[in-house]
């Protein structure tokens, strides 16, 4: 692999975020692993515990699958940051940074929408019909709750990753099975996942289109990752564009 090819500069700033990811599915999986043991322990119909149970049941084997894809994301970046097994670094301006932003977001601004919404049909799927066999009224708090974090998550919180993206990392790591830009950083090297195709998209805004395929709870789903191209990194594309797998 071509490891200098396309990098502004043989310098890297970048530093792996997904250790920071990892810990933060480390601590929930602890967390929820002990709620269910103590509830399970003291069980008593007339408390919290029930509903802690089923919580419990539902996070922590996403919480394990997570700290696994984690921890193969960091193995692959470790190469990728340490070691120079990339396709293409890139650095950019202040100004191609927020071009790049304002763009995401107007591409973006209907997904979270859609997602909170896919979300909140199947927690409501799953918590009614328990909160009526268990006639738990707080279980109806719970998932009101839940449902309020999904539209946080899908309206307001892109809103706050925006402003502080705007002054976070200006880097992108092209790799054969993954892609991160900035601190976010999309693979496809897991079972059920694939690469799909990657475009040089000049309408509009002029950027590369990378799209794959995956599997989550919601069944089978494509993604488009949408990479900045440094001005002086275009003539590159073709080159690069015949690297992923």
Same mark, same amino acid.
């Given at each position: 692999m071509?490891n200098s090819?396309?990098?502004?500069?043989?310098?890297l700033?970048?530093?792996?975020?997904q250790?920071?990811v990892?810990r933060? !599915?480390?601590f929930i999986?602890?967390?929820?692993?002990?709620?269910?043991?103590?509830?399970?322990?003291?069980?008593d119909?007339?408390?919290?515990?029930?509903?802690?149970?089923v /919580?419990?049941l539902?996070?922590?084997?996403?919480?394990?699958?997570?700290v696994w894809t984690?921890?193969?994301?960091?193995?692959?970046?470790?190469?990728?940051?340490?070691? @120079?097994k990339?396709?293409a670094?890139?650095?950019?301006?202040e100004?191609e !940074?927020?071009a790049?932003?304002?763009?995401?977001?107007?591409?973006?601004?209907?997904?979270?929408t859609?997602?909170?919404?896919l979300? /909140?049909v199947?927690?409501?799927?799953?918590?009614?019909?328990?909160a009526?066999?268990?006639?738990?009224f707080?279980?109806?708090?719970?998932?009101?709750g839940l449902?309020?974090?999904? !539209?946080?998550? @899908?309206?307001?919180?892109?809103?706050?990753m925006?402003?502080?993206?705007k002054?976070?990392?200006r880097?992108v790591?092209?790799?054969?099975? @993954?892609?991160m830009v900035g601190?976010?950083?999309? /693979?496809w090297?897991?079972?059920?996942s694939?690469?799909k195709?990657a475009?040089h998209?000049?309408?509009?805004?002029?950027?590369?289109?990378?799209?794959?395929?995956?599997v989550?709870?919601? @069944?089978?789903?494509?993604?488009?990752?949408?990479?900045?191209?440094p001005?002086?990194?275009?003539?590159?594309?073709?080159?690069?564009?015949?690297?992923?797998?």
């Amino acid at each position: 692999m071509a490891n200098s090819k396309g990098r502004n500069d043989n310098e890297l700033h970048i530093k792996n975020p997904q250790r920071t990811v990892l810990r933060i !599915w480390l601590f929930i999986l602890v967390l929820f692993t002990l709620l269910l043991v103590k509830s399970f322990v003291s069980f008593d119909i007339n408390s919290l515990d029930g509903m802690i149970i089923v /919580t419990s049941l539902m996070i922590i084997p996403t919480s394990l699958f997570f700290v696994w894809t984690t921890s193969k994301n960091i193995k692959n970046l470790d190469e990728a940051i340490d070691r @120079g097994k990339m396709i293409a670094h890139w650095r950019y301006s202040e100004k191609e !940074w927020v071009a790049y932003l304002d763009f995401e977001r107007s591409y973006r601004k209907n997904l979270g929408t859609m997602i909170a919404a896919l979300l /909140t049909v199947f927690t409501v799927v799953i918590f009614v019909p328990f909160a009526i066999v268990v006639q738990e009224f707080f279980m109806i708090i719970v998932m009101l709750g839940l449902v309020g974090m999904y !539209w946080f998550m @899908g309206l307001i919180l892109p809103r706050i990753m925006f402003q502080i993206r705007k002054r976070g990392v200006r880097e992108v790591l092209l790799l054969e099975k @993954g892609v991160m830009v900035g601190k976010q950083f999309h /693979t496809w090297d897991f079972p059920l996942s694939k690469f799909k195709k990657a475009t040089h998209v000049k309408e509009d805004y002029e950027h590369l289109e990378v799209v794959y395929d995956f599997v989550d709870r919601t @069944g089978p789903r494509t993604y488009a990752v949408n990479v900045p191209i440094p001005q002086n990194n275009m003539n590159e594309i073709g080159e690069i564009i015949g690297k992923f797998k």
